[in-house]
């Protein structure tokens, strides 16, 4: 309870008395009783304006319903601090632009980029940051604080991922999107050209270059990454992960006895007036274990793989 809520409980006792001792004598107890409730309706309304005027500050907010047992705590409201942001269903993997105005009781949202739809929450109180009330539906409802989380990099997916144990996604800006291990894989994204690479004890590099590209389609690129690798590649055709009738293209270099074990599995499929390439560069070593453990985690990024666009 903060000082400026405390100073409104002690106005309204004062008042009370004073309305109690002036009406002493003059009148009905039903109507003191009146008089008395619309004061404490005031000063309630008074104190649910204040709140208004000072919640959600720039943060990250997960959404339940007051009444709720043990609530999911899935769905988030993410506030840029600049009179924008966005709801964020980390169970749906979905993501809704809003804008929002906070009035003196109340804080109106307007949901969506294209013809948006206004909603109008009121706010009853705020305590340590979480913030009460209801839209117009009059469910009462919590806005709860999420801490050390950044606001522009929050993933609500990846956050409830986390707490749950599950794999991470990632969304390429593309249109694509993989599921991969954060313990042992760490993405780097940058441009055409996104990076997976595995961090945890293997026999040289591992990792999947996904690139996309408008100067080549993809049987064209696959030949071309099929040079560099020399005579002994070799080239296969067949669907697309993530898809069930897009024709994908493949060039595969195994390991050699007497190298360094290093093996290449690239794969390409054309996409966006250009071509979308996924490159698997690997090393075996002599732990056969660890090599299929390798193995089986990059080639699980590539067996997720999910299309937002044909």
């Given at each position: 309870m903060n000082r400026r809520?405390?100073?409104?409980?002690?106005?309204?006792?004062?008042?009370?008395?004073?309305?109690?001792?002036?009406?002493?004598?003059?009148?009905?107890?039903e109507s003191k009783a009146t008089s008395i409730a619309q004061i404490k309706d005031e000063l309630v309304a008074s104190t649910?304006?204040?709140?208004?005027?000072?919640?959600?500050?720039?943060?990250?907010?997960?959404?339940y319903a007051k009444d709720a047992e043990n609530p999911d705590k899935t769905y988030f409201y993410v506030f840029n601090g600049d009179?924008?942001?966005?709801?964020?269903?980390?169970?749906?993997?979905?993501?809704?632009?809003?804008?929002?105005?906070?009035?003196?009781?109340?804080?109106?949202?307007?949901?969506g980029s294209i013809d948006p739809i206004e909603e109008k929450f009121t706010v009853k109180s705020s305590e340590d940051g979480y913030v009460y009330g209801s839209f117009e539906d009059g469910l009462e409802l919590v806005f709860e604080p999420v801490s050390d989380v950044e606001v522009d990099s929050f993933n609500a997916t990846n956050y409830v991922n986390e707490q749950n144990g599950h794999d991470f996604v990632y969304h390429d800006a593309n249109g694509w999107s993989v599921k991969y291990d954060p313990e042992v894989i760490t993405v780097n994204a940058g441009g055409p050209m996104t990076t997976f690479v595995y961090t945890a004890e293997s026999a040289g590099t591992n990792m999947i270059t996904a690139t996309y590209t408008v100067d080549k389609n993809a049987e064209e690129s696959i030949k071309e990454l099929g040079k560099a690798l020399g005579d002994k590649a070799f080239y296969t055709e067949g669907?697309?992960?993530?898809?069930?009738?897009?024709?994908?293209?493949?060039?595969?270099?195994?390991?050699?006895?007497?190298?360094?074990?290093?093996?290449?599995?690239?794969?390409?499929?054309?996409?966006?007036?250009?071509?979308?390439?996924?490159?698997?560069?690997?090393?075996?070593?002599?732990?056969?274990?660890?090599?299929?453990?390798?193995?089986?985690?990059?080639?699980?990024?590539?067996?997720?793989?999910?299309?937002?666009?044909?």
């Open positions: 809520f405390v100073s409104k409980v002690l106005c309204l006792a004062s008042v009370s008395t004073l309305v109690i001792g002036t009406m002493t004598g003059c009148g009905s107890s649910g304006a204040m709140a208004a005027e000072s919640v959600f500050s720039r943060g990250v907010y997960v959404n009179g924008t942001g966005s709801i964020e269903d980390g169970a749906a993997d979905t993501s809704n632009y809003f804008e929002y105005k906070i009035g003196k009781k109340d804080v109106t949202f307007y949901i669907i697309f992960p993530g898809t069930e009738d897009v024709k994908g293209y493949w060039v595969v270099l195994n390991p050699e006895e007497g190298t360094s074990g290093g093996y290449v599995t690239a794969m390409a499929r054309d996409y966006m007036e250009g071509a979308l390439i996924f490159e698997m560069d690997g090393h075996f070593g002599e732990d056969e274990e660890n090599n299929m453990l390798v193995s089986d985690t990059l080639a699980g990024i590539v067996d997720s793989l999910t299309f937002e666009t044909k």
